[in-house]
């Protein structure tokens, strides 16, 4: 693995590591790069809950997300743990979608 970039990381105005989230692309030396969505389990209560207010997904009914991994938080470290094991565990491209 060569490099992990955060979109989060990038936000002027912050982010609550445990309540939000974020993609982040992972990358490798021989080129190959993945993209997945990293949701946090209150961020998923916390969309339900504007969903409901808005109507948004039959008033928060469902909720998708197109390459969704739930996480406990968001920090930097959680993400590059999770993002090894996957890859030790041999389930990364299962998970994560080539880009």
Same mark, same amino acid.
């Given at each position: ?26 990358? $490798? ?27 948004? *997904?039959?008033?928060?009914?469902? $909720? ?27 389930? $990364? ?5 080539? *880009?």
């Amino acid at each position: 693995m060569k490099e992990i970039w955060i979109e989060a990381e990038a936000w002027s105005n912050g982010y609550d590591k445990y309540d939000d989230n974020t993609d982040v692309k992972v990358k $490798f030396e021989d080129g190959t790069e993945g993209i997945a969505t990293f949701i946090t389990y209150k961020n998923i209560l916390s969309l339900r809950e504007k969903n409901q207010a808005t109507g948004e *997904c039959l008033n928060g009914k469902y $909720f998708w997300a197109r390459d969704m991994l739930l996480i406990e938080d968001i920090s930097r470290k959680t993400i590059t743990d999770v993002v090894v094991q996957l890859l030790k565990d041999d389930e $990364f491209w299962s998970v994560i979608e080539k *880009c």
